[in-house]
């Protein structure tokens, strides 16, 4: 017989899941991880003008905005890269890989968490324990793909949009733009996820929810 079950921790737990591989994977798609300079200003016969508020172009792993002078949308987003290898250095083509497989795990686990309201195991295992393990694993991919970010700001990419003196763990002109804190803040929170599993799973098995199966009772909500 199915028994959902719903705590505040393992309720809680779920919804931290789920915020987790929504942030990944947004980071990993959004183009703000590079924000250069203000645009320069555009000729028109001679002339030079400014927009009221000057574009800063940003650069993704394989997005990138910009200022397109004449296009009936002034800001263009999109790929630069049109397949894997124009990827702008081989240290993000790792970082996508990384990257890429992590928000798999964390996708697989959000989709895990939800149905731990009706399944607390699999194959004899805790889900709760095996959901940890597996954002441990997704964590770990994430802090190295991350730290081999940082490599790749000397390639001729990154260069065009923050100047000459970038080079690797220098970023020349550039900031960091949200998508780079997102993915170090997604991070951080996939290891939270990890150890509160743990309680996650004392929720689900404690006393009081075993009282309330033993009753009969096929929803058991415990705060």
């Known amino acids: 017989m199915c028994h959902v079950i719903v705590t505040c921790r393992s309720m809680l737990w779920t919804l931290l899941s789920i915020v987790v591989a ?20 555009i000729s028109t016969n001679g002339s030079y ?47 996508v890989i990384f990257l890429a497989v992590a928000i798999l795990i964390l996708s697989v686990v959000a ?7 009706c399944f607390q195991s699999i194959m004899r295992k805790s889900i709760f324990n095996v959901c940890g393990l597996l954002q441990g694993i997704a964590g770990l991919f994430l802090i190295m793909g991350l730290m081999l970010y940082p490599a790749g700001w000397g390639c001729d990419k990154v260069r065009q949009y923050c100047g000459e003196d970038s080079s690797a ?23 939270f996820c990890a150890m509160f599993s743990a309680q996650a799973e004392k929720a689900t098995s404690s006393d009081k929810v075993q009282d309330e199966i033993e009753e009969g009772r096929s929803l058991v909500c415990v705060l």
Do not use: N
């Open 111 to 117: 989709l895990f968490a939800v149905f731990s309201m």
């Open 22 to 41: 929504f942030a990944e994977l947004i980071a990993f798609m959004g183009p703000d991880w590079l924000v250069s300079p203000p645009s320069a200003p």
């Open 169 to 191: 763990y220098r970023v020349g002109d550039c900031s960091l733009g949200w998508a780079f804190y997102a993915a170090i803040g997604g991070t951080v929170l996939t290891f």
């Open 49 to 95: 003008r400014l927009s009221s508020r000057p574009h800063r172009p940003t650069l993704g792993l394989y997005a990138r905005c910009r200022k397109v002078p004449y296009h009936h949308r002034d800001i263009q987003c999109g790929p630069y890269a049109a397949h894997f290898g124009e990827i702008a250095s081989g240290f993000w083509q790792a970082t």
